[in-house]
């Protein structure tokens, strides 16, 4: 059974900073891509950055140059090093793991499984 535990969020003030976690358990993708997402209310769910089994990395426009993705295999975990925070950046972040590795901004469609959310804001 594929679990993604979210964990990391919390309240910090515009140009603050914070990193996310995300502990991966029970997947058997021989490749696979991780990402998060986040969804503000009342808007869809947006791809933020996504990692594939191989390395490669891919940003949204608007957190490109703030936002680091990464991953710790031994781990099995996944983090996302947000810096420069800014209002626009409230939202619940979701973790997803899917089999398909893309170079482009993440897309729902790609990803089978979901974390349960953390919530991150940003307040000015």
């Known amino acids: 059974q594929v679990q993604l535990v979210e964990s990391g969020g919390g309240s910090v003030q515009s140009g603050g900073s914070l990193r996310l976690s995300c502990a991966a358990s029970?997947?058997?993708?021989?490749?696979?891509?991780l990402a998060w997402f986040r969804q503000a209310p009342g808007k869809e769910r947006e791809g933020v950055a996504s990692i594939c089994s191989d390395g490669r990395t891919s940003y949204a426009d608007s957190v490109k140059g703030r936002f680091t993705i990464s991953q710790d295999n031994a781990k099995n975990t996944l983090y996302l090093q947000m810096k420069s925070l800014k209002p626009d950046d409230t939202a619940i972040y979701y973790c997803?793991?899917?089999?398909?590795?893309?170079?482009?901004?993440?897309?729902?469609?790609?990803?089978?499984?979901w974390g349960q959310g953390t919530q991150v804001t940003v307040t000015s």
């Open positions: 029970g997947f058997s993708y021989s490749r696979y891509s």
């Open positions: 997803a793991i899917g089999g398909i590795c893309s170079i482009r901004s993440p897309l729902k469609a790609n990803f089978d499984y």
